[in-house]
């Protein structure tokens, strides 16, 4: 079993405030570029609910949301470098607009599978990538988000989706351990 860590090890990387500002932009952004257009919404389990549900928040055109789940991490620090289709299961998305959120572009292998997935499977009107974070250090394959809020380090993140062994999703901030 791992080391649980608490939350007086952690350090505040990005506040709430900033989260919340930086999503609003995003929203923002969003209505700019899909007017009033119907906009099907894929969320990647676990991670990305909190950072979804802020964002749908903000956005004016008709939306349709969609859950999968995805896992490249297992009870670690990094990415375990495979991706699992834990379930992928959506709608036909043929001739749609589509906005993928993801809470963490780490390695870049979770968009990539999510990308050539859409691809393979679907002729959509627009397939764009959105992600909370964008880390670009680590990243394996050349892959870059259509929108992100935050550019960060390389550091492990934990809070607002993002976890430690399941545990610190609640956060309302993101922080990180000093190592």
Known sequence: MLEMITEQDLKVLIKEDELQNSIKQLGEKLNDFYKNEELYVISVLKGSVMFTVDLVK??????????????????????????NAVDISLPDLNGKNVLIVEDIIDTGLT???????MHLNFKTKSLKFCSLLDKRETRK???E????????????????????????????????LET
Request: charged fraction near 15%.
């Open 141 to 143: 394959v050349d892959i």
């Open 145 to 176: 988000p259509d929108y992100y809020c935050f550019r960060i380090g390389n550091q492990f993140v934990v809070g607002y989706g993002l976890d430690y062994d399941g545990f610190y999703r609640n956060l309302p901030y993101i922080g990180y």
């Open 58 to 83: 903000h956005l004016k055109m008709p939306l349709n949301m969609n859950f999968i789940r995805l896992s490249s991490y297992g009870s670690g620090f990094t990415s375990s470098g495979k991706v």
């Open 111 to 117: 968009a990539k599978f999510l990308i050539d997935f």
